[in-house]
């Protein structure tokens, strides 16, 4: 789905939101409680999702700036049958890293990419890590050309 289009969701979810919010001022005592709480519904799920995004860049950013930068294997392209926009599944990429120091064996999957990015993929692809916490992990696929 395009940024555009779910950008243009969450805002008017929230403007909505608070738009039943403000309404709920004006109204009779007892239409009051239905719009308050049909506010509170729309105005949390797009505050939530513009939180989580804020969010999402955020920890993008804190890895990218003191994150350790390791070099995943590639292993496959996998479909994200956890999640369906319109019929669609998005594509992920898996690489794993073997951590020598403590022999582990470690699975990253990327975010969910709207096309199947076989093709681009490279040999080996950057990850960004908390060393203290390899779970908590960005995958760089800036490599990968941008859908229009």
Same mark, same amino acid.
């Given at each position: ?10 805002? *008017? ?19 009051? *409680? ?48 956890? *999640? ?65």
């Amino acid at each position: 789905m395009d940024h555009k289009v779910i950008t243009l969701i969450k805002w *008017l979810f929230l403007a909505i939101g608070l738009l039943l919010l403000v309404g709920a001022i004006f109204v009779d005592p007892e239409a009051k *409680l239905a719009l308050t709480i049909m506010g509170v519904i729309f105005a949390g799920i797009g505050g939530g999702i513009i939180a989580f995004g804020r969010w999402s860049a955020q920890k993008e950013a804190d890895l990218r700036q003191n994150g350790q930068l390791i070099e995943a294997e590639f292993q496959e392209v996998e479909l994200n049958g956890s *999640l369906e926009v319109n019929g669609e599944h998005p594509y992920r990429i898996v690489a794993r890293w073997h951590d020598t120091s403590n022999n582990r064996l470690h699975v990253f999957r990327s975010a969910n990419l709207w096309f199947d990015p076989t093709d681009y993929v490279q040999e080996w692809i950057p990850v960004y890590i908390d060393r203290n916490n390899p779970k908590r992990y960005h995958m760089e696929t800036s490599f990968l050309p941008k859908l229009q």
